[in-house]
């Protein structure tokens, strides 16, 4: 077997997860209610860790990717990290209080109410793209609402799962926090855990293998996926300043992010303009492409060769490819570096256009009217966002109401999820289930209803034995409950 195929402490000793998930267990049984201050403990002893660790952690990214800008590292993985944190515990005192709820007028005097109890052992397996945030992200969610948690990191980024487990142990008992290195098998041993809650994010092929696996348990799920996300650009939208938001958005992490703008909607006969407008915008932001370190190599070999081979598709079935650096050169295979490339005239058949991109590949589609643009997007798979340039309110409105994805930002990209008033998640193929902010809460919640019953009331009149009393007073709440 793999070494990386075992578990392991930040010591590297080889653990079971089960032993873990038992321990986490039995610390929930023995204290299944952390009342405010403990979570807030919690929460902000995990901001500590992040801030004491900050350097340290954007150089173990940076080595996971072979070239990560360490200022992307500090705005994308921590700073919305410490602002998840953060959101938590300003909040937690109004989420964790019983929510009072109007009772029927039949069971008056009566009340009714709703409790969020924590579920117990939550499991979060985290992906490689941004293993800081996208573990803190959940995990902030989990401990808020009183959970245990146990996390899988991504064996494709493992400096960063090391040091991570490292400074976490550091700080937190594993009968609270543990986080589990290894390959593959572990994350497959991991996701049929019994867990009372398991969140994934990752791929949607990946997504089916563990929803499958928590299924044998009946394990409750959110899957964050991904897809294809679409930026439309409306009819009179400034074609320069949509190109300039775009390639922002495309750009960060070299598109390695779930909710990077996947492919263009453009009105016909602006491809020329929004090539121009995009290539001085990516040789703006990058004077130069491999020794640039602001932009993100891609993770792996694998990886790259998979961009390079949708790339070679494209060139060699009738597509136009349009290098959108004045350098003019893409491929940098010793440094893994991709140059930011637009993509013209891809037929549906090639790779492209029905597989996640997840690189800085762009392909650009015209649309003839505004209703082309939604029917193409509605005739593929729900997107896990969808960024719309307009500024025209009706048209604005008509894009929100006829098209569906998991969240969208409005004249720009990716800002929508750094909300933490908003939940995050996918529809459909591009995921299942929200967390952030309260509606993590939420989701790692058992909202338990409660419903108290006055000293004096009148359900004995509802009791057999049914005479005529009983028949008057039901005929009346059925006629009341018509009406």
């Known amino acids: 077997m793999d070494p990386s195929d075992t578990a392991r402490t930040p010591s590297g000793k080889q653990v079971d997860p089960n032993e873990i998930w038992s321990r986490q267990k039995a610390a929930f049984q023995q204290d299944p209610f952390p009342d405010l201050r403990e979570r807030r403990r919690w929460l902000h002893l995990l901001q500590d860790?992040?801030?004491?660790n900050e350097e340290a952690i954007a150089h173990a990214i940076c080595t996971d990717f072979?070239?990560?800008?360490?200022?992307?590292?500090?705005m994308l993985e921590v700073f919305v990290s410490q602002a998840a944190l953060h959101h938590a515990r300003r909040h937690l005192r109004r989420w964790i209080k019983p929510e009072r709820r109007p009772?029927?007028?039949?069971?008056?005097?009566?009340?009714?109410?709703?409790?969020?109890?924590?579920?117990?052992?939550?499991?979060?397996?985290?992906?490689?793209?941004?293993?800081?945030?996208?573990?803190?992200?959940?995990?902030?969610?989990?401990?808020?609402?009183?959970?245990?948690?146990?996390?899988?990191?991504?064996?494709?980024?493992?400096?960063?799962?090391?040091?991570?487990?490292?400074?976490?142990?550091?700080?937190?008992?594993?009968?609270?926090?543990?986080?589990?290195n290894g390959g593959p098998d572990v994350a497959q041993s991991f996701s049929a855990l019994p867990f009372d809650h398991l969140l994934f994010t990752g791929s949607t092929a990946v997504g089916?293998?563990?929803?499958?696996?928590?299924?044998?348990?009946?394990?409750?799920?959110?899957?964050?996926?991904?897809?294809?996300?679409?930026?439309?650009?409306?009819?009179?939208?400034?074609?320069?300043?949509?190109?300039?938001?775009?390639?922002?958005?495309?750009?960060?992490?070299?598109?390695?992010?779930?909710?990077?703008?996947d492919y263009v909607l453009l009105p016909s006969g602006k491809e020329s303009d929004f090539i121009e407008a995009a290539r001085k915008e990516v040789t703006r932001l990058y004077h130069s492409i491999e020794p640039n370190r602001d932009y993100s190599?891609?993770?792996?070999?694998?990886?790259?060769?998979?961009?390079?081979?949708?790339?070679?598709?494209c060139q060699g079935s009738g597509a136009a490819t349009e290098c959108l650096h004045t350098e003019n050169n893409i491929l940098y295979p010793g440094s893994h570096k991709i140059a930011p490339v637009a993509v013209l005239n891809a037929s549906d058949k090639m790779k492209i256009m029905h597989e996640e991109i997840f690189g800085p590949l762009l392909p650009i589609v015209p649309y003839r009217n505004l209703d082309d643009a939604i029917r193409y997007v509605n005739d593929r798979p729900r997107p896990l966002a969808l960024y719309y340039f307009d500024n025209d309110a009706a048209r604005v409105n008509k894009v929100l109401r006829e098209t569906v994805s998991g969240g969208v930002t409005i004249n720009d990209t990716i800002f929508h999820i750094a909300q933490d008033s908003l939940p995050f998640g996918g529809v459909g193929p591009s995921g299942m289930g929200h967390y952030h902010g309260k509606e993590g809460f939420?989701?790692?919640?058992?909202?338990?209803?409660?419903?108290?019953?006055?000293?004096?009331?009148?359900v004995g009149l509802l009791k057999p034995p049914y005479g005529k009393m009983f028949e008057t007073m039901l005929n009346t709440m059925i006629s009341r409950a018509r009406y």
């Open 103 to 180: 009772t029927s007028i039949w069971f008056l005097p009566g009340r009714s109410e709703v409790r969020c109890q924590p579920l117990g052992v939550v499991g979060v397996i985290v992906p490689w793209n941004y293993p800081l945030y996208l573990a803190v992200g959940p995990l902030a969610s989990a401990l808020a609402a009183g959970n245990r948690v146990m996390l899988k990191m991504s064996e494709l980024a493992p400096a960063f799962g090391e040091l991570f487990a490292s400074i976490v142990a550091r700080r937190f008992p594993d009968d609270l926090i543990a986080v589990i």
């Open 66 to 74: 072979g070239q990560r800008s360490a200022h992307e590292t500090r």
């Open 442 to 458: 939420d989701t790692f919640s058992k909202k338990k209803s409660v419903f108290y019953q006055a000293r004096f009331n009148g």
């Open 297 to 313: 190599s891609i993770i792996n070999q694998r990886h790259y060769e998979r961009l390079k081979s949708l790339l070679e598709e």
């Open 49 to 52: 860790v992040l801030h004491e």
């Open 208 to 261: 089916r293998s563990v929803m499958n696996a928590a299924s044998r348990n009946l394990t409750p799920v959110t899957l964050e996926l991904g897809g294809k996300s679409p930026a439309i650009v409306g009819p009179d939208f400034p074609i320069k300043i949509a190109a300039t938001r775009i390639i922002h958005g495309k750009c960060l992490n070299a598109g390695q992010t779930c909710i990077a703008p």
